[in-house]
Every structure is written in C-alpha cells, then in structure tokens.
C-alpha cells in the first residue's frame, strides 16, 4: 500500500506563506488525481485542492486564490503552495489520493501541522 508522508508545516503569521510536500513511498503516475486534505480542531476533515496527472486542478473555494497545488511524478511528491494565509487555514493538513468515495479512505498518513497566528 502506497505511504505518504506529509512535512512543510509550520507556525506563520497571517499572511504568510509556506509549503507543503507530500512524498510517497511508490510510484504516483498510476493514481490519477491526488489531493490535500485538511482538519481543523474539532471540525470535520475537508478537501482543499486536487491535481491531475494531466495537471488539471481543483480547490475548495476557501483557498481557491491562495493555494496552488502540484505533483512531480518523477519524485513521486505532491506539493501544496499556499500563500495569503489566515488563522482559518489552521489545521493538519494531509494528503492522498482523490475520489468522489474520498471521506470512505481509511488510511491517512501522520499530517503536518499548520498554525496561523500573530
């Protein structure tokens, strides 16, 4: 079973940027779209963007603007650019891949924690 392993979180300050990467243990070519998730405390967990192999993007209409979502099939990395962030974008943020059955995925790697505060 593929293992993702999410890091580039971080505590910044509203406004702010950073840079997430999602580094998989096998080859992501054969998935067709991969996607970041994201959980804030005590809510439930949300989809925030996905990309295609055919690099066709998607976004929650929270980020949409903000963000920029990317793969590198050669490194088999997913990244997350996110920018103009606000304390609302606080959460785990995860990756994996993306379907319409999306909320059914049992299997979530450990996240990594993005803070937004001044």
């Known amino acids: 079973q593929l293992e993702l392993v999410e890091s580039g979180g971080g505590l910044v300050q509203p406004g702010g940027s950073l840079r997430l990467r999602c580094a998989a243990n096998?080859?992501?070519?054969?998935?067709?779209?991969m996607a970041w998730y994201r959980q804030a405390p005590g809510k439930e967990r949300e989809f925030v963007a996905a990309?295609?192999?055919?690099?066709?993007?998607n976004y929650a209409d929270s980020v949409k603007g903000r963000f920029t979502i990317s793969r590198d099939n050669a490194k088999d990395t997913v990244y997350l650019q996110m920018g103009s962030l606000e304390p609302e974008d606080t959460a785990v943020y995860y990756c994996?891949?993306?379907?319409?059955?999306?909320?059914?995925?049992?299997?979530w790697g450990q996240g990594t924690q993005v803070t937004v505060s001044s």
């Open positions: 994996n891949p993306y379907s319409g059955r999306w909320r059914k995925i049992s299997t």
């Open positions: 096998g080859h992501i070519s054969s998935i067709n779209a």
């Open positions: 990309v295609t192999n055919g690099g066709s993007t």
